[in-house]
Structures are given as structure tokens and as C-alpha cells.
């Protein structure tokens, strides 16, 4: 079974551009997670879907992030204009519902803002 | 005071020791308690749940407790391969929330 897939990798912008992170979840897990690590910080819950729909944004830094997930499959983070604090790696996660919540981690995207 | 607080570390210890790396959690309507591994400039990886009854899974065992807030993971006979972070984390009451939190992570090297 596929586990969680991250795209890109790694990213470098400029400050003042935009970026947009996609994520595949595990096939058939309807819940979605995208977390942040900023260097020398903790992992922070940014937002949770389950399938289309947000069920948690109360992570999320500003409205320079956007995160949509149409037709509960794959999701994308937008972050737009990216500044030089939006720096870090963005982890994707997945889980079923009830009764596991384990959550799944994909390999994550760094983002480096110059 | 953070929501989910784990030992410094760094530990550094030799291969076939016993070690016992602790976290405290804030809140008390948490549920759902896990502790990840995490290697270098990788993804976090489930390492196992953590159960108000104790489960062990091979050389790990991890313990809850509700009323002190605490949770532990013990990892006997190290091996060289235990290296790397372990993060706890706590996620709330509700079962379909996903707000997980985590520890700064507690970082183990294990020596030949």
C-alpha cells in the first residue's frame, strides 16, 4: 500500500512569491492533517479535512495560507506571497476514521523562503 | 508552559542499555496518546499508542498515566538502530479531531 506522498520535495522562493504543496494521502483515509516544523520549534498542527471538508483551521499562521482539498482525494497549501517566517518543513498526515487514528506522515516538503 | 513538555536530552547511551525517556501533557481532556520516531530530516513514523493499561511492543513499552498527566516509553537492550527522535504527542478527546500536539522530541544516541 502506497503510504503519503509530498510534492515538491524541497522549494525555494523568494520572498513575495507564491508556492502551492500538494499531498496524497494514504488511499482511503479521510482524514487529512498539514503540519509545520519551523527550525528549532516543535511540529504545529496547521489544519485537518476530513474528506472535502475543514474540520479544524485554527492552525493556520494567517490568510496567506490557503488550504483546499476538492473531491476529498489529494490536498494543496498555498502560501501566497510567501514571507521569510513561512520557512520550514510542511508535513502532510493521514488517518481513517474511527476506530484508528493513528495518523500516517508523508515524507514532508522544505520550504526554504529567501 | 508548553501543552506537551518531554525530556531535553540529548541521551547518549551505549548499546544493550535501558533507557526511559518521559512527557507530561497539559490537557487533561486529552485521549489519544502516541509516541513517534523521527530520524534525521525525516517524516515522524508511529511507533506505537499508548494505552492507560501499559503496552509493550518487543524491547518498548509505554505507560500512561491520566491522573499525573504523564506518559513514558522504555526501550531496552538499545540498539545502535534506536537513534534518532522521539516525539510524543497527544491528541483530544474527540475522535474524529486531528489536532495532535506535539513535544519538542527527545533525542537518543545510542553508542557501540
Known amino acids: 500500500e502506497a503510504g503519503v506522498t509530498q510534492f515538491p520535495s524541497h522549494s525555494v522562493i523568494e520572498k513575495g512569491q507564491t508556492v502551492t504543496l500538494r499531498c496524497d494521502p494514504i488511499s482511503g483515509h479521510d482524514n487529512l492533517y498539514w503540519y509545520r516544523r519551523v527550525m528549532g520549534k516543535e511540529i504545529k498542527f496547521l489544519l485537518h479535512?476530513?474528506?472535502?471538508?475543514?474540520?479544524?483551521e485554527s492552525g493556520m499562521p494567517n490568510n496567506r495560507f490557503l488550504a483546499e482539498r476538492t473531491g476529498g482525494t489529494y490536498s494543496t497549501l498555498k502560501v501566497q506571497p510567501a514571507e521569510l517566517e513561512d520557512s520550514g518543513v510542511y508535513f502532510c498526515?493521514?488517518?481513517?476514521?474511527?476506530?484508528?487514528?493513528?495518523?500516517?506522515f508523508g515524507p514532508g516538503t522544505r520550504l526554504t523562503v529567501t | 508552559r508548553k501543552e506537551v513538555e518531554q525530556d531535553p536530552g540529548p541521551f547518549n547511551v551505549p548499546e544493550g542499555a535501558t533507557v526511559a525517556f518521559n512527557c507530561t501533557y497539559s490537557?487533561?481532556?486529552?485521549?489519544?496518546f502516541f509516541w513517534y520516531r523521527q530520524d534525521c530530516r525525516k517524516e515522524p513514523k508511529l511507533l506505537m499508542s499508548v494505552y492507560s493499561s501499559g503496552n509493550e511492543d518487543g524491547r518498548f513499552t509505554a505507560q500512561l498515566n491520566r491522573a499525573s498527566q504523564y506518559i513514558s516509553l522504555l526501550i531496552r537492550d538499545s540498539k545502535l538502530s534506536d537513534s534518532a527522535t522521539y516525539l510524543c504527542?497527544?491528541?483530544?478527546?474527540?475522535?474524529?479531531?486531528?489536532?495532535?500536539?506535539f513535544g519538542d522530541g527527545t533525542t537518543l544516541t545510542v553508542k557501540p
Open positions: 498526515a493521514s488517518s481513517q476514521v474511527w476506530p484508528s487514528i493513528e495518523q500516517y
Open positions: 490537557n487533561s481532556a486529552s485521549q489519544s
Open positions: 479535512f476530513v474528506k472535502e471538508s475543514k474540520q479544524d
Open positions: 504527542v497527544v491528541t483530544p478527546a474527540n475522535t474524529n479531531a486531528g489536532k495532535s500536539t
